[in-house]
């Protein structure tokens, strides 16, 4: 069976800091480009950023170049989403997901992975 499994979600202040992170099992992780998706309340989930372990490469939606950083522990099937800097419009629930395929660019703007994670809610406030 196929799980993504996030975590590290929570509330925090204008400004500070947290780390998320998705386990990944019942696949061959460095064969899929793993990504977090946003969906903040009343709006359509969209792409934060996405990576592929095996290629070394990865995808930064505009929003969060600079503020996130992504990376991954192919011994752990770990991928994990450093966010700093945080401002309210991060709010919202991030979804962990991973596409068959190793080019982020691709799986960032298809929008349309092939397993999805539970999700975990952020909560960003003053």
């Known amino acids: 069976e196929v799980q993504l499994v996030e975590s590290g979600g929570g509330l925090v202040q204008v400004g500070g800091s947290l780390r998320l992170s998705c386990t990944v099992s019942g696949i061959t992780f460095d064969d899929y480009t793993i990504g977090w998706f946003h969906q903040a309340p009343g709006k359509q989930r969209e792409g934060v950023s996405c990576?592929?372990?095996?290629?070394?490469?990865?995808f930064y939606g505009d929003s969060v170049l600079g503020r996130f950083t992504i990376s991954s522990d192919s011994a752990t099937n770990t991928v994990y989403l450093q966010m700093n800097s945080l401002k309210p419009e991060d709010t919202g629930v991030y979804y962990c997901?991973?596409?068959?395929?190793?080019?982020?660019?691709?799986?960032?703007?298809?929008?349309?992975?092939?397993?999805w994670g539970q999700g975990t809610q952020v909560t960003v406030s003053s």
């Open positions: 997901a991973a596409d068959n395929l190793p080019v982020p660019k691709i799986s960032y703007h298809n929008n349309r992975p092939d397993y």
């Open positions: 990576i592929s372990s095996s290629e070394r490469t990865t």
